[in-house]
């Protein structure tokens, strides 16, 4: 049992040193603004989700084009709700809108190991390794 606590013990320092070090590799790709590659490994840049207000873009297409009455974007509007939501990039294209406000999600990075023979301990198993399955192949 002394055996056991010792190596989870172990596992759990190396699991804290892991995050701590994943979480700073995450912040410097963040910085740099681009993926990087090692060998064995890649830190993938994302730029933050955009997330367009249509609804807003198809009101302000309205108010500058004189040509669209009250009636007819509510029309327009009509056609394109589905209850009980409203398609509003539809109704924005319809309206004439050729843009929207929108917010932007701060940007990330993720950790991927991309080679198939690194296994995490000498006596282990390749990591990704296709397991043996318990009956024969077709």
Do not use: C
């Amino acid at each position: 049992m002394q055996e056991l606590m010792e190596k989870l013990a172990r596992l759990r320092a190396l699991k804290l040193e892991v995050t701590r070090l994943e979480a700073e590799v995450k912040d410097a790709v963040i910085a740099g603004g681009e993926t990087v590659k090692g060998p064995g490994i890649t830190v993938s840049y994302t730029l933050g989700k955009k997330t367009y207000d249509w609804e807003a873009g198809a009101r302000n297409a309205v108010k500058v084009n004189d040509e669209i009455s009250d009636d007819q974007f509510a029309a327009i509007v009509a056609e394109h709700t589905k209850s009980p939501a409203v398609d509003w990039k539809k109704v924005a294209s319809a309206v004439g809108a050729t843009s929207a406000p929108f917010t932007q999600a701060a940007p990330g990075a993720s950790v991927k190991v991309v080679d198939d023979e690194i296994a995490p301990f000498p006596d282990a198993e390749p990591l990704n390794k296709t397991p043996e399955l318990p009956f024969p192949k077709a």
